[in-house]
């Protein structure tokens, strides 16, 4: 068990390392969230992952994955508990942060938002400031689903889900392009969804 010294130092050594081989501090250096990954250690806590459940606690997580409206006994018996510890096992997992919430999936089509698109995003400056300014903006934007810092070609990866190709081109010029420091887009319209999912896979 790492205690919040080692662990910072691990952390700290392994930013370093990935920053020298990316051959850019400013920008890939913040693939590792120092800070987000050392939260647990400043707690004192350890931070744990499904490899610390044992299998109801991850049968309980991928049943409510497939299905989070599921009746707590209907859901007890798919785990083979009585409802009592299995409620309990439910509220300890949602406490210890495995399950962060529960959503409504809504039919696209029907959301009129059928449209879905992936957008590059390359930034003029990856300055600290620069990236906060983004981030800041692109929250603002009902269309984004998805927006993800990465490493590679360019800075940010987009999803966004608008009526039709209109809807895209008033997105694009009306809102995305305003934003300060963008210096190129690529977009690419999905035809297909072959596989859409939410669930996490998780090891049973």
Wanted: overall charge neutral; some cysteine.
């Amino acid at each position: 068990m790492l205690d919040i010294w080692h662990f910072r130092s691990f952390t700290l050594v392994y930013v370093s390392i990935f920053s020298l081989y990316a051959g850019h501090n400013s920008a890939y250096g913040r693939l590792i969230d120092y800070y987000a990954l050392s939260k647990y250690a400043d707690k004192g806590d350890v931070m744990k992952t499904v490899l610390d459940l044992d299998r109801t606690d991850r049968r309980i997580i991928d049943t409510l994955q497939r299905n989070g409206r599921i009746a707590n006994v209907d859901l007890a018996r798919e785990v083979n508990l009585t409802p009592t510890p299995c409620l309990e096992r439910v509220k300890r997992l949602e406490k210890e942060g495995f399950i962060t919430g529960y959503v409504a999936l809504v039919d696209p089509v029907k959301a009129n938002a059928a449209l879905c698109a992936y957008i590059e995003v390359q930034l003029s400056s990856t300055t600290t400031e620069a990236i906060r300014l983004f981030n800041q903006q692109i929250l603002a934007l009902n269309e984004v689903q998805e927006c993800q810092m990465v490493a590679g070609g360019f800075d940010y990866l987009i999803k966004i889900r608008v009526a039709d190709m209109q809807h895209y081109q008033r997105f694009l010029g009306g809102k995305l392009s305003t934003i300060a420091g963008i210096s190129q887009t690529h977009t690419y319209v999905v035809i297909e969804d072959v596989k859409s999912v939410t669930a996490i896979n998780i090891n049973i």
